[in-house]
């Protein structure tokens, strides 16, 4: 399994950026996928996570109403919308996969992507 992530760079507090997350080698409709971020001297925290047919998705709290997770399961991507971006969204942001049913614990995660860097400047 392979998960590619791009999309990250530098915005300015209020803008947007869109994570694309391209993933192969697993048959990509009966994952579960997940965003995650890590920020400087903190742990690895869930953002958003979309069930495999993409009819359910979640957010943490302080991202509810700013950032939308999508995926395309002809495609094999996922999508991270982020709009009204903080300087508290700055982290490094990483995708990730499971079988079976979405979970919230980064520990349950079986592949990861390489992780792409947003950073929310004032």
């Known amino acids: 399994v392979q998960l590619q992530a791009s999309g990250g760079g530098l915005v300015q507090a209020g803008g947007s950026l869109r994570l694309s997350c391209a993933a192969s080698g697993l048959t990509f409709s009966t994952y579960s996928m997940s965003w995650f971020r890590q920020a400087p001297g903190k742990e690895r925290e869930f953002v958003s996570g979309i069930t495999r047919s993409g009819d359910t998705s979640y957010y943490q709290d302080s991202v509810k109403g700013r950032f939308t997770i999508s995926r395309d399961n002809a495609k094999n991507t996922v999508l991270l919308q982020m709009n009204s971006l903080k300087l508290e969204d700055t982290a490094v942001y990483y995708c990730?996969?499971?079988?079976?049913?979405?979970?919230?614990?980064?520990?349950?995660?079986?592949?990861w992507g390489q992780g792409t860097l947003v950073t929310v400047s004032s």
């Open positions: 990730a996969a499971k079988v079976g049913r979405l979970r919230f614990q980064a520990n349950v995660y079986s592949d």
